[in-house]
T-cell receptor, first 113, second 114 residues
Framework: DTGVSQDPRHKITKRGQNVTFRCDPI?????LYWYRQTLGQGPEFLTY????????KSRLLSDRFSAERPKGSFSTLEIQRTEQGDSAMYLC???????????FGEGSWLTVV | DQQVKQNSPSLSVQEGRISILNCDYT??????FLWYKKYPAEGPTFLIS?????DKNEDGRFTVFLNKSAKHLSLHIVPSQPGDSAVYFC?????????????FGQGTRLTINP
């Protein structure tokens, strides 16, 4: 499988706990994105990496959220002190240098109880 | 401020007929538009895209039309098949300005009836 891979696919956590999601992009893609989708809405942009550099962050990305891409390959998205409002699908995507088409992974569902 | 709008939350079409999904945008800086298809509990799958220098792009059963003056795009699926039943999202970006993020509409749930 050469698509965007996300892990875990589902996570249930208690409010206040920390969670971390991992994303492995398509191997030749140097651009990596995180989006969040809640029920009935389209995906919303969170942040974007070109290689290991985080070039853009949305206002949606509060200080409880941190994303890294240390070697320019896989990325992690950590949410600290989770709140019920964090419950959503977290989508990772990648694109090549031209960046014209962004390909999404299958998403990681987070439920905060 | 919803910059990309899909005003029809749902659409039902008979198998074999044409499905037309619509999308409007407000930001005139958008210059690249994409359609994604999404099944429940899966990530969006890229379908087709169009640059603002074109007004039509075709790929098999899928055609996207762009009307820049009206800030409107549409996705035509013909003939519609049961496997086309899914939620369809349109998305827009400012590729020429180097911006990378996609702005999505709220989605339209398409149901193809046998």
């Amino acid at each position: 499988d050469t698509g965007v891979s996300q892990d875990p696919r589902h996570k249930i956590t208690k409010r206040g706990q920390n969670v971390t999601f991992r994303c492995d992009p398509i191997s030749e893609h140097n651009r990596l994105y995180w989006y969040r989708q809640t029920l009935g809405q389209g995906p919303e942009f969170l942040t974007y990496f070109q290689n290991e550099a985080q070039l853009e962050k949305s206002r949606l990305l509060s200080d409880r959220f941190s994303a890294e891409r240390p070697k320019g390959s896989f990325s992690t998205l950590e949410i600290q002190r989770t709140e019920q409002g964090d419950s959503a699908m977290y989508l990772c995507a990648s694109s090549d240098r031209a960046g014209n088409t962004i390909y999404f992974g299958e998403g990681s569902w987070l439920t905060v109880v | 401020d919803q910059q990309v709008k899909q005003n029809s939350p749902s659409l039902s079409v008979q198998e074999g007929r044409i499905s037309i999904l619509n999308c409007d945008y407000t930001n005139s800086m958008f210059d690249y538009f994409l359609w994604y298809k999404k099944y429940p509990a899966e990530g969006p799958t890229f379908l087709i895209s169009i640059s603002s220098i074109k007004d039509k792009n075709e790929d098999g059963r899928f055609t996207v039309f762009l009307n820049k003056s009206a800030k409107h795009l549409s996705l035509h699926i013909v003939p519609s098949q049961p496997g086309d039943s899914a939620v369809y999202f349109c998305a827009a970006s400012r590729q020429l300005q180097g911006a990378q993020k996609l702005v999505f509409g709220q989605g339209t749930r398409l149901t193809i009836n046998p």
